[in-house]
């Protein structure tokens, strides 16, 4: 059974994990390195959740963080290897779409890499629509964005 805690981005489960994230998306990032984690500082990400398995170890986390009145941006939604597979990344994806809908906000934008069909298809069974690249992302050739109707 999965559980999920509503937390920040000192979360010390939060932190790891995302540890683990940045590691592995270094082979995807080449040349844009520094552009993409500028992007993706867990400092500006003010809510965050991570799952807990049965045992009571951290299997995925993601965050949210405004972007606009009506949007949050969703960021560093990620499950471990070992344990993907097992709808994990669903659960994260729910909670920060359940949260972001508590907070008041309308609507969630993502970006993701397209490099990434895995990720890609997630979103889109998720009910992902593509849009065009947003705000910082707006220039980046290896960027795809998404967004969401959650009201």
Request: hydrophobic share 30%; with cysteine; aromatic share 12%.
């Amino acid at each position: 059974m999965i559980t999920i805690k509503r937390t920040n981005s000192d979360n010390i489960d939060f932190i790891k994990l995302v540890k683990e994230l940045d590691k592995s998306l270094g082979v995807y990032y080449k040349d844009e390195k520094s552009f993409y984690e500028e992007l993706n500082n867990i400092d500006k990400i003010k809510y965050a959740v991570v799952a807990y398995n049965e045992n009571e170890k951290p299997v995925g986390c993601g965050g949210i963080k405004k972007y606009s009145k009506n949007e949050v941006e969703i960021k560093r939604i990620f499950v471990p290897t070992a344990y993907r597979g097992k709808g994990i990344a669903t659960i994260v994806l729910k909670e920060l779409e359940n949260w972001s809908k508590d907070l008041e906000f309308e609507k969630c934008i993502l970006e993701t890499l397209k490099e990434k069909p895995y990720a890609i298809a997630f979103y889109e069974k998720n009910k992902y629509k593509e849009i065009p690249n947003f705000g910082e992302y707006k220039n980046a050739e290896n960027s795809i964005c998404f967004e969401k109707e959650i009201k």
